[in-house]
């Protein structure tokens, strides 16, 4: 809600008496909007990719993954923050904090884009990857435009417009690879995908502004900026340390084996992102859900449980029937030099899994303001990947970063820990008995085809069956709201319908 002034008395009591539906309510009242984006989303990015990579082939795709990769961790460090802290701010957004975050967010990305194109060419030569220091250069353009967008963006995301949100990453997605499949044929080379990728944001922000019904802006709030940055040191620190863990290919990898082994990795991770789209999604959206009920441990920790059971069963999915089935597409599609990949596969395949299983426990530790905490668990896994990766890659090769990330796992141990301490750490069952027999079903090339059946097998041990029918049923079942319970809430919800109608 964007509003010009402070919101009224009358106001206030309209917002606080709106319903407040739980995570699952309204993931699963939302049911066909979220299941039509991700389907037509993941089936986009998959084909988008597979056809560009068959292009570039890995040495060219290596130069690209590692300059996003430096591209997602200047983001991160610099940017995410101030959209999450947008999104799940309490009280209103006033067109006044929209200038002051716009302004603030295009200041400091112009600064990071003038320190990178100064280290740009240092930054390659390390890497030891051909083509990296000249679409760094490009790819770091993108940054400014998309800091530009991302108050709009969360404008969207506070009103839970998850339509709003579809058409945004659809229409952007469609302009990304618009631009970038006629440049990679005409042999532009990984500079394709630096150039398509500025021309996404260039064409997501007056898409953006549109959907969220408000004009961009510049103006300056000190205080209001004061407590958002106050905010993003915090959330910035958690991200500085996870996306490290995106430094780990270019950087250890890089210079140990050379750039085709950097451009399986980063398929191979390409891919993952791509069938867990639902977990950057659910995050976003979970954020500004959960706002309501951030000091109720109870319903907190019930919702967490649920969040982890739908997003283990969904992603779950995705990643073992693209480890069954992905042989047969990927020498189809991408031709037989990227069939490495499924060496690191399984690996880095249990790593998101399991990233995605706790992602309701950063979320959980965002909404309730212990970002330096969520920086500590970031700061264990990551520095554990990088220091394993160190070891195994020279000892193991390509295979040795997939143990990496498997060695990275038991620090996730650190946040059940930090959620038991505040007495929100959910109930592991049956969510254990899932992970483990979809971890043994990822690595049925190493187990034997009998491994396949694990998951299913999981799936019929009680209370699996329960849980998945009341889920089935909640998919389907339209969202019922809450009906106010006295005079003066119904007197408001009366007069609000009424302006609403107006």
């Known amino acids: 809600m964007i509003v010009d002034e402070e919101m009224s008395a009358d106001s206030r009591a309209a917002e606080s008496a709106k319903p407040t539906p739980s995570l699952r309510r309204h993931i699963f009242s939302s049911g ?7 389907t037509v989303i993941v089936a986009l990015k998959f084909v988008g990719v597979l056809i ?27 940017q995410a923050g101030i959209s999450v802290y947008l999104t799940q701010r309490t009280g209103a957004l006033t067109s006044l904090h929209i200038g002051a975050a716009t302004t603030f967010l295009l200041a400091e990305s112009m600064a990071i ?3 990178l194109e100064l280290l740009a060419v240092p930054l390659g030569a390390y890497a030891n990857i051909p083509g990296f220091s000249e679409v760094l250069r490009i790819i770091m353009l993108a940054l400014p435009i998309q800091a530009f967008s991302m108050p709009a963006q969360a404008l969207i995301e506070r009103r839970l417009d998850l339509k709003g949100v579809a058409v945004v990453e659809l229409s952007t997605l469609a302009g990304y690879y618009a631009c970038a499949l006629p440049l990679a044929l005409l042999g532009v080379g990984p500079a394709a995908l630096a150039y398509a990728l500025v021309f996404q944001y260039l064409l997501a922000a007056p898409i ?12 300056w709030d000190a205080r209001f900026v004061a407590q958002m940055a106050r905010f993003a040191v915090g959330f910035s620190a958690a991200n500085f340390v996870l996306q490290l863990r995106s430094l780990v290919n270019p950087f250890i990898v890089g210079p140990a084996l050379g750039a085709y082994s950097v451009g ?56 073992l029937g693209f480890g069954w089935f992905g042989g047969l597409i990927v020498p189809a599609v991408l031709g037989v030099r990227w069939l490495p990949i499924f060496h690191v596969y399984p690996y880095i395949a249990l790593s998101y899994l399991t990233m995605s299983t706790f992602n309701m426990h950063t979320v959980t530790l965002t909404l309730l303001n212990r970002n330096w905490l969520l920086a500590a668990f970031q700061g264990v896994n990551a520095l ?17 970063y997939g143990y990496a990330e498997v060695a990275a796992l038991p620090s996730y141990w ?48 009680p209370p699996s069956p329960t849980r998945i029918k009341a889920m089935a049923l909640n998919l389907f079942r339209p969202a ?23």
């Open 414 to 461: 650190l946040l059940h820990y930090i959620l038991a301490r505040f007495r929100v750490a959910p109930n592991y069952h049956p969510t254990v008995i899932w992970w483990l027999a979809a971890a043994v079903g990822l690595f049925w090339r190493q187990l034997g085809l009998l491994a396949i059946a694990a998951p299913f097998a999981a799936l019929l041990v």
């Open 208 to 219: 953006t502004y549109a959907i969220a019904g408000v004009r961009p802006r510049f103006a």
């Open 32 to 38: 066909y909007t979220v299941a039509l984006r991700l």
């Open 113 to 115: 884009v003038l320190l």
């Open 384 to 400: 554990a990947l990088a220091a394993a990766a160190s070891l195994f890659v020279r000892i193991f090769g390509l295979e040795g």
């Open 52 to 78: 560009i990579s068959r292009i570039l082939g890995p040495a060219n795709y290596a130069a690209y993954a590692a300059a996003f990769g430096v591209y997602m961790f200047v983001l991160a460090v610099g």
């Open 480 to 502: 019922s709201r809450p009906q106010p319970t006295n005079k003066r809430e119904r007197i408001v919800c009366k007069t609000a319908a009424l302006r609403s109608d107006l």
């Open 264 to 319: 399986v990795i980063a398929m191979t991770i390409g891919i993952l992102e791509t069938l867990t789209q639902v977990r950057s999604m659910l995050w976003r959206i979970t954020i500004a859900t959960l706002t309501h009920f951030r000091s109720d441990g109870q319903k907190l920790r019930r919702i967490i449980g649920e969040g982890m059971e739908i997003q283990l069963l969904a992603i779950g999915a995705l990643l």
